[in-house]
């Protein structure tokens, strides 16, 4: 069939039901973007391609639906790194396009030349470039269908001089991978295991909200054995929090309950999950991974398996059905060894965890620190950040999608929120990216326009991500909700500061003068301050009505006080001692 390289192009994604794009426009993808409209695609014309490639991580999550990042050749692409490697760890299935200076002026350092494809070699889960024009929908086929397989981005690179020339060409169907239910004797071996376990715990990571009946999979494997589930550290939506057997979140300010509980286990079932390091590390002091259990690993992806932590059985399959081949196999007595006196355990310790949480108002000092007594004493009738968390938790419908970003205040809120359901909860995982939290609500609302959202960042964050105020007020963006936790500090530096570097803050501190509710307002958004619990959960709820009701975006700035949580990173850090002294007056004022 004849057409142009563009429409094949185009009709390619319309083969594979993708219908958004987010970037910012450029010539080098003109001759496709003209033919969006026409082909039922909506282009989201952002205020960065950072953001963007946020946007489609948010949309996709939020909706399992590939969405697509492009922009213009070289400056336009190089924007999107962090995002792509940050949808990498998210494993989210996103379509990268990146239009690439003309074959005929490569190498001559010609306007917008970049190497994009080693730029993304590390970033993306598959990539391929277009070597002649009548293959441009073979490959974007293929690319379509590795993002998939391998649940993260994938990238086709396309020379811009390969646009608007007719070719011969028919546009394949799309290419489906059917998921694998894992090994016939590794699943026996973990059912073995689990049928002789007297205190077994699920650990459930992303890979049971990405597969598809994962959750309800993992469900009726723990009632079976009325095992307590845990989930990794972000996954907060990865079981249902209602359920007496949730046990809540591991990791860096998770849940106490979970952590205890895990400990002792004789055996773990980890599924869906790379066991990330965050997911494992010491909480609260407690070193919770228990090093004698036998370790059941499931994930999608062989490359993982034993990555992080010595498995005993490593199974390569999709979540949802390795935990159903298990069930299946599993002895007829299963779980029955302690069944009430665990599920006992598991009562009492989540009601002790949920009454402590509760009762938490403020941070604590390490020893021979004094950084958040001192933050109290400064500013006694400003919030904590606990009791924001406790304030919104009043006020945040029960259906919403939420987004986290990364910052002390974020991760303060991370045992707080749980949801009844998958694809619920965006946090910017194990890349860390800052500006996270808005750009991916957005993303999100825009893929679920009936459900409720709530973006949530802190201050420093946020700052990575405000320009997008200019950009989503516009009448054919959805509207939103977002929260940023003002303390006026980049709060996890300021905590490493305090016990590392004798309270000496490097670039930790932010502008007091700025108000992001003003800057809201300056882009024709409601913005907002909440000074006080009961002013937050009331601006919160008004929102949310603003949101759903009126179409209206809201920005709300919760001032808090300087207090400041644990550390991310006990495990990497160490006091230095400084062996040849420095000065000042050591400086070479005359050097050039």
């Known amino acids: 069939m004849k057409m142009t390289t563009e429409e094949a192009f185009v009709k390619t994604l319309q083969a594979h039901g993708i219908r958004h794009a987010f970037g910012i426009i450029g010539s080098a993808m003109m001759p496709i973007s003209d033919i969006f409209p026409a082909a039922g695609i909506t282009f989201w014309d952002c205020a960065h391609e950072g953001s963007a490639g946020f946007m489609a991580d948010g949309y996709t999550r939020a909706t399992g639906e590939m969405s697509m990042m492009i922009a213009q050749n070289g400056p336009g692409i190089t924007n999107f790194v962090t995002a792509v490697k940050t949808a990498y760890w998210n494993h989210t299935p996103c379509l990268l396009v990146t239009p690439q200076a003309a074959n005929k002026t490569i190498g001559q350092g010609g306007f917008q030349e970049m190497e994009q494809m080693n730029l993304f070699a590390d970033c993306v889960a598959y990539q391929e470039e277009v070597r002649d024009p009548t293959r441009i929908a073979e490959v974007l086929t293929r690319v379509i269908a590795k993002a998939h397989r391998l649940s993260g981005p994938a990238q086709i690179n396309i020379p811009r001089d390969f646009w608007t020339q007719v070719v011969d060409i028919e546009i394949p169907e799309p290419i489906v991978f059917e998921a694998s239910p894992g090994g016939e004797n590794s699943v026996a071996k973990a059912a073995e295991l689990i049928s002789n376990a007297k205190n077994p ?24 054995l009325d095992a307590p589930v845990c989930v990794g550290y972000q996954h907060n939506d990865a079981f249902p929090g209602s359920h007496p057997l949730f046990a809540g979140p591991l990791g860096y300010n998770g849940s106490k309950a979970g952590m205890q509980l895990i400990s002792e286990a004789d055996v773990v079932v980890c599924l869906g999950t790379r066991l990330n390091p965050f997911s494992t590390l010491p909480g609260y002091g407690i070193n919770y991974w228990p090093t004698d259990a036998k370790i059941i690993q499931v994930d999608i992806n062989p490359d993982r398996i034993g990555l992080t932590k010595k498995v005993t059985v490593g199974i390569v399959g999709d979540a949802a059905k390795v935990a159903t081949g298990i069930l299946n196999a599993l002895a007829d007595d299963a779980g029955d060894a302690g069944r009430e006196e665990r599920k006992a355990k598991i009562a009492q310790t989540k009601s002790a965890w949920a009454q402590e949480l509760s009762s938490l108002d403020h941070e604590q000092d390490d020893p021979g620190t004094t950084w958040n007594e001192r933050a109290r004493a400064a500013r006694p009738d400003w919030m904590s950040p606990r009791k924001a968390w406790r304030a919104i938790q009043q006020a945040l419908p029960r259906e919403a999608i939420i987004s986290s970003d990364i910052g002390n205040n974020c991760a303060i809120g991370n045992a707080y929120p749980d949801f009844d359901e998958g694809r619920k909860y965006l946090a910017p995982g194990l890349f860390g990216p800052c500006g996270y939290g808005l750009p991916s609500i957005v993303g999100a609302k825009i893929g679920q326009p009936n459900v409720p959202v709530v973006g949530f960042a802190g201050d420093g964050a946020f700052g990575i991500a405000v320009n997008e105020l200019t950009a989503i007020g516009r009448g054919e963006w959805p509207a939103i909700t977002q929260i940023v936790f003002r303390n006026y500090q980049w709060g996890a530096e300021k905590r ?75 495990d990497a850090m160490k006091k230095p001692v400084r062996v040849a002294g420095i000065s000042k007056d050591d400086m070479n004022v005359a050097a050039e």
Do not use: H
Request: charged residues 20%.
């Open 201 to 224: 715990v699920i650990l459930n990571g992303a890979g049971v909200v990405l597969s598809e009946g994962g959750i309800a999979a993992s469900m009726a494997l723990a009632e079976k």
């Open 496 to 570: 490493n500061s305090t016990l590392w570097f004798d309270d000496n803050f490097v670039g930790t501190e932010l502008d007091m003068q700025v108000s992001y509710a003003g800057i809201a307002q300056a882009c024709g958004l409601i913005g907002v301050q909440a000074k006080t619990q009961e002013e937050l959960t009331a601006m919160l709820n008004q929102a949310i009505k603003d949101q759903m009701e009126n179409n209206k975006t809201t920005l709300i700035e919760v001032i808090l006080n300087q207090e400041l949580g644990e550390p991310f990173r006990r």
